[in-house]
C-alpha cells in the first residue's frame, strides 16, 4: 500500500506496522514499482489513481467524502472507496459538541463579560430538562452525539434522510419532520454527511422557521450552510448565534464578515482529528481483507455519497 507523503505520513507508518510487522507501506510519490500498490491512504488528492493499474481500494483518511463526487474527480467504477474508522473521533466530536451546547446553556460568554467589566451578577439558570437539541444527522458520530446529550438530561430530537429508530432520541424524517424539530429546538447541532440534498440546508427558510433565539453548531460541513442567511439571521435575532467549526473556504478570507461577527464563534476545522495511532487497526484489518479476498468494511455507497 502507499500513503501521501506528508507531515504525519511517518506516523502512519509506524502505527501500521505496529499492527502488521510485514506491511510494505511506501510514500507517494516515491513508491517504487506501482504495479505492486493494490490500497492507498490519501486526504484529497485524487491525481495518482490512474496511475495504479493494479489498484483495488482507496481510503480516505479524512472525516468527510463529500470532495470525491465533485465533477473534477474521476474515480475507476472498479475501486472500493473506504471510510476510516477512528475510534477517538467519536469520543472527540461528542467532547466539542457538548463544549459548545454547555458554554451556551449556561452563559459562559456572558459571564465572561461580566468578569471583564467587574460586575457581580447571576443570570436565570438553565437546567438541561428545560433545553431541547435538535440533531441533524444520525449516523455514528451524530447517533453518539444525540444519545450522550439525552444521558445528561436534554430533550433531544434527531433528524435524518430517512427514518430512523434510536432510543432516548425523538427521531424525524422528511422535510416536514425537518422543519418540525427547528421549531421545537433551542440548540441545532449538525453533523450531517455533505450531499447533494444536504448542500445548502442551513438557510433562510429553515431559520425563519426554528425557534426565537435558537443556537446553530455546525460540526459538519461548511457547505451545509448558506452563510448569508446565517448572518441575516442572527442580527434580526432570529438565532441568538452560532459556532461554526466548518466553512465554506477554509480557511476563510481575512475580510469575511464571520471573523468580527460578536455572536458567531469561529475554529479552523478541529471539532475531530484523525489520530494514525487510534485508526490503524481499522485499515490494518481492511488490507488483510483486501489480500484474502474477504468484503472490505466500511465501504462509501457511491449512489448515496456517504
Not at 463579560?113 to 451524530?142: K, M, N, S
Not at 479552523?268 to 468484503?295: M, W
Request: net charge negative.
Amino acid at each position: 500500500m502507499c500513503i501521501e507523503d506528508d507531515e504525519i505520513a511517518d506516523r502512519w507508518r509506524d502505527a501500521l506496522r505496529r499492527e502488521n510487522a510485514e506491511l510494505d507501506v511506501r510514500s507517494w510519490p516515491e513508491i517504487g514499482r506501482a504495479e505492486d500498490i493494490d490500497m492507498v491512504l490519501l486526504w484529497d488528492e485524487f491525481g495518482c489513481l490512474g496511475d495504479l493499474p493494479n489498484l483495488k481500494a482507496a481510503v480516505i483518511l479524512g472525516a468527510g467524502v463529500d470532495h470525491l463526487f465533485a465533477p473534477t474527480v474521476a474515480i475507476p467504477e472498479h475501486l472500493k472507496i473506504i471510510r476510516l474508522i477512528d475510534p477517538s473521533i467519536t469520543g472527540q466530536m461528542i467532547e466539542y459538541v457538548t463544549l459548545c451546547v454547555v458554554t451556551w446553556t449556561r452563559d459562559w460568554d456572558d459571564y465572561r463579560q461580566f468578569q471583564r467589566e467587574r460586575r457581580y451578577e447571576e443570570l436565570p439558570a438553565r437546567v438541561p430538562a428545560d433545553v431541547t437539541i435538535g440533531v441533524l444527522g444520525l449516523g455514528r458520530l451524530g447517533g453518539a452525539v444525540a444519545q450522550t446529550l439525552a444521558g445528561i438530561g436534554y430533550r433531544v430530537g434527531g433528524w435524518s434522510s430517512s427514518p430512523r429508530d434510536l432510543e432516548g432520541i425523538e427521531c424525524f424524517s422528511g422535510e416536514d419532520g425537518l422543519t418540525r424539530l427547528f421549531q421545537q429546538s433551542d440548540i441545532i447541532v449538525c453533523l450531517l454527511p455533505l450531499t447533494a440534498e444536504t448542500e445548502g440546508i442551513l438557510n433562510a427558510d429553515l431559520f425563519n422557521s426554528a425557534k426565537e433565539g435558537a443556537y446553530l453548531i455546525n460540526a459538519a460541513r461548511g457547505g451545509h450552510l448558506v452563510e448569508e442567511d446565517l448572518i441575516i439571521a442572527v442580527d434580526s435575532g432570529r438565532l441568538s448565534g452560532a459556532t461554526l467549526d466548518v466553512q465554506r473556504e477554509e480557511p476563510m478570507a481575512p475580510e469575511h464578515p464571520f471573523w468580527d461577527h460578536p455572536k458567531i464563534k469561529i475554529t479552523p476545522h478541529i471539532a475531530t482529528i484523525t489520530s494514525p495511532e487510534y485508526a490503524a487497526p481499522d485499515v490494518a484489518e481492511n488490507y488483510r481483507r483486501l489480500k484474502v479476498g474477504e468484503p472490505l468494511l466500511n465501504v462509501i455507497d457511491v449512489e448515496r455519497q456517504y
